[in-house]
């Protein structure tokens, strides 16, 4: 909205039906509201957004000087306007909806955002201030995306905390929720795994389905340019991967100046590189990750600057968004009991099990039984509702040099293969050096399904996680264990 002031008589001279005229004492304004060409975020515009300086008398009031004169304010020449403001160089601030979970990061996230300007870009992020940036529009947005009573969850008193956050940064503030969608897309997912007797990531899928799909699809929609989150991992645009092993794929190609990719967190312990492997370009491109250049202790000292109530607050461990809540007896809550029989490498019938879906790869404690003899899950046959388990932690049946992984994901674009890199089959795992090999592609698109040679043993690799590639530093993608 482009506010004006003017005498009551020049006033009467220009009020049409798009003018709001309001009388304040012996003042009259004038509220002009003017469509503006593009949808520019479909949001308010003042006078701010325009270079140069509005005219203060009536002659010029009516005037913006972006350069030269370019006329009366109306749509054709706020269009005008609009085509100065780009060619000037000085864009409009730019709309970001933050992912507020109520913790700390996310909390720093959006104080983070909310702080940046041109003078202090480079300091915050550890890059360069990017060309006509003039700082961020943050909105905060708390995700309800559970809301089973069967399973205390504490969301009330998250989006409490992540509201009195927004207060504190004086940012607007609204609750999107996904209840409805996050059961369908990841619990339900999560819970049809485990019945075909694999070990799922829910976490990867909530932010596939949820986190980078239908928020980040909602926030583009109400106008957003991006969408930042609280997760540890660093994001660069144009980077050169200096990697002769790698072409991109031809669709990479002609957005080249646009492309983007995932590095690892500067804080180790806490990167969360290997949960983000199934975004793609798209996704990157309207994606922010504000902290991933900050340590945790750095993160937790940003909030006591900034004077937020999360500062302290520790962090959740549960699943995505569902919190701590009991999987075992959530699976017994979906999945009922189904008692089996639990055999060793040989054959031999040791004992029984209540549902091979309450059981995973390298497992060792809750087995039930043993006598005394440590035994650890080495597979699971969910059509024969079987068990078999290992003698011991070093038996040979624990222990592989090769998966085959599928709905391979490959960030930054397809590589040639064999490829030679290093990942990981577990979160927080040490990486490992590996070679990537072609096994088909599902019909899905070439290196869909690989396979992975490691240079050494791994140990307890269990179908259902994900395996997921990095090479100096970047991640490269990911696949689902087979």
């Given at each position: 909205?482009?506010?004006?002031?003017?005498?009551?008589g020049?006033?009467?001279?220009?009020?049409?039906?798009?003018?709001?005229?309001?009388?304040?004492?012996?003042?009259?304004?004038?509220?002009?509201?003017?469509?503006?060409?593009?949808?520019?975020?479909?949001r308010?515009?003042?006078?701010?957004d325009?270079?140069?300086?509005?005219?203060?008398?009536?002659?010029?009031?009516?005037?913006?000087?972006?350069?030269?004169?370019?006329?009366?304010?109306?749509?054709?020449?706020?269009?005008?306007?609009?085509?100065?403001?780009?060619?000037t160089?000085?864009?409009?601030?730019?709309?970001?909806?933050?992912?507020?979970?109520?913790?700390?990061?996310?909390?720093?996230?959006?104080?983070?955002?909310?702080?940046?300007?041109?003078?202090?870009?480079?300091?915050?992020?550890?890059?360069?201030?990017?060309?006509?940036?003039?700082?961020y529009?943050?909105?905060?947005?708390?995700?309800?995306?559970?809301?089973?009573?069967?399973?205390?969850?504490?969301?009330?008193?998250?989006?409490?905390?992540?509201?009195?956050?927004a207060?504190?940064l004086?940012?607007?503030?609204?609750?999107?929720?996904?209840?409805?969608?996050?059961?369908?897309?990841?619990?339900?997912?999560?819970?049809?795994?485990?019945?075909?007797?694999?070990?799922?990531?829910?976490?990867?899928?909530?932010?596939?389905?949820?986190?980078?799909g239908?928020?980040?699809?909602?926030?583009?929609?109400?106008?957003?340019?991006?969408?930042?989150?609280?997760?540890?991992v660093?994001?660069?645009?144009?980077?050169?991967l200096?990697?002769?092993?790698?072409?991109?794929?031809?669709?990479?190609?002609?957005?080249?100046?646009?492309?983007?990719?995932?590095?690892?967190?500067?804080?180790?312990?806490?990167?969360?590189?290997?949960?983000?492997?199934?975004?793609?370009?798209?996704?990157?491109?309207?994606?922010?990750?504000?902290?991933?250049?900050?340590?945790?202790?750095?993160?937790?000292?940003?909030?006591?600057?900034?004077?937020?109530?999360?500062?302290?607050?520790?962090?959740?461990?549960?699943?995505?968004?569902?919190?701590?809540?009991?999987?075992?007896?959530?699976?017994?809550?979906?999945?009922?009991?189904?008692?089996?029989?639990?055999?060793?490498?040989?054959?031999?019938?040791?004992g029984?099990?209540?549902?091979?879906?309450?059981?995973?790869?390298?497992?060792?404690?809750?087995?039930?039984?043993?006598?005394?003899?440590?035994?650890?899950?080495?597979?699971?046959?969910?059509?024969?509702?079987?068990?078999?388990?290992?003698?011991?932690?070093?038996?040979?049946?624990?222990?592989?040099?090769?998966?085959?992984?599928?709905?391979?994901?490959?960030i930054?674009?397809?590589?040639?293969?064999?490829?030679?890199?290093?990942?990981?089959?577990?979160?927080?795992?040490?990486l490992?050096?590996?070679?990537?090999?072609?096994?088909?592609?599902?019909?899905?698109?070439?290196?869909?399904?690989v396979?992975?040679?490691?240079?050494?043993?791994?140990?307890?690799?269990?179908?259902?996680?994900?395996?997921?590639?990095?090479?100096?530093?970047?991640?490269?993608?990911?696949?689902?264990?087979a």
């Amino acid at each position: 909205m482009v506010k004006l002031s003017m005498n009551a008589g020049d006033a009467l001279k220009v009020a049409k039906d798009n003018f709001e005229v309001v009388i304040e004492g012996e003042s009259v304004k004038i509220f002009a509201t003017i469509p503006l060409p593009n949808k520019i975020h479909e949001r308010e515009m003042d006078k701010t957004d325009i270079p140069g300086p509005l005219r203060r008398s009536f002659s010029e009031a009516s005037t913006f000087n972006a350069g030269a004169t370019l006329g009366p304010v109306n749509e054709t020449n706020m269009a005008r306007i609009w085509n100065k403001h780009k060619q000037t160089n000085a864009p409009l601030k730019r709309k970001v909806f933050v992912g507020m979970s109520g913790g700390v990061d996310s909390s720093v996230a959006a104080a983070l955002l909310k702080e940046a300007k041109p003078n202090n870009f480079d300091k915050l992020f550890g890059r360069p201030t990017p060309k006509g940036f003039r700082g961020y529009e943050v909105h905060g947005v708390f995700m309800k995306n559970w809301a089973d009573p069967r399973y205390p969850c504490p969301w009330q008193k998250d989006r409490q905390d992540a509201m009195r956050v927004a207060t504190i940064l004086d940012i607007p503030f609204e609750t999107w929720d996904f209840s409805k969608e996050y059961r369908d897309a990841v619990v339900s997912y999560m819970v049809r795994e485990y019945a075909l007797g694999r070990t799922p990531n829910p976490d990867v899928m909530c932010n596939r389905e949820i986190k980078f799909g239908l928020f980040l699809q909602k926030a583009l929609e109400r106008g957003a340019d991006f969408v930042a989150t609280g997760h540890y991992v660093r994001m660069r645009r144009n980077l050169e991967l200096r990697n002769s092993n790698f072409e991109i794929d031809s669709k990479f190609k002609i957005q080249n100046s646009k492309f983007s990719s995932l590095l690892q967190a500067s804080d180790s312990n806490k990167d969360q590189s290997y949960f983000l492997w199934t975004l793609n370009q798209k996704q990157l491109a309207h994606a922010l990750f504000p902290i991933g250049d900050y340590t945790k202790p750095e993160v937790r000292a940003l909030a006591k600057k900034f004077g937020l109530p999360t500062a302290e607050k520790p962090d959740s461990q549960g699943i995505c968004f569902i919190g701590e809540i009991d999987v075992r007896e959530f699976l017994r809550d979906e999945l009922g009991t189904r008692r089996g029989k639990v055999l060793t490498t040989a054959g031999k019938v040791v004992g029984e099990h209540e549902g091979v879906q309450f059981y995973t790869i390298g497992q060792r404690h809750g087995l039930g039984f043993g006598g005394g003899v440590p035994f650890y899950v080495t597979e699971k046959n969910a059509s024969a509702n079987t068990l078999t388990v290992a003698e011991g932690p070093n038996d040979a049946e624990l222990f592989s040099k090769t998966l085959e992984a599928y709905d391979a994901n490959w960030i930054s674009g397809i590589p040639r293969f064999p490829l030679t890199c290093e990942a990981r089959i577990r979160y927080r795992q040490p990486l490992q050096d590996c070679r990537v090999e072609v096994v088909g592609d599902r019909g899905q698109g070439l290196g869909n399904l690989v396979r992975v040679i490691f240079s050494e043993e791994q140990r307890a690799v269990t179908p259902g996680q994900s395996v997921v590639f990095y090479r100096k530093g970047v991640m490269l993608g990911g696949g689902i264990i087979a």
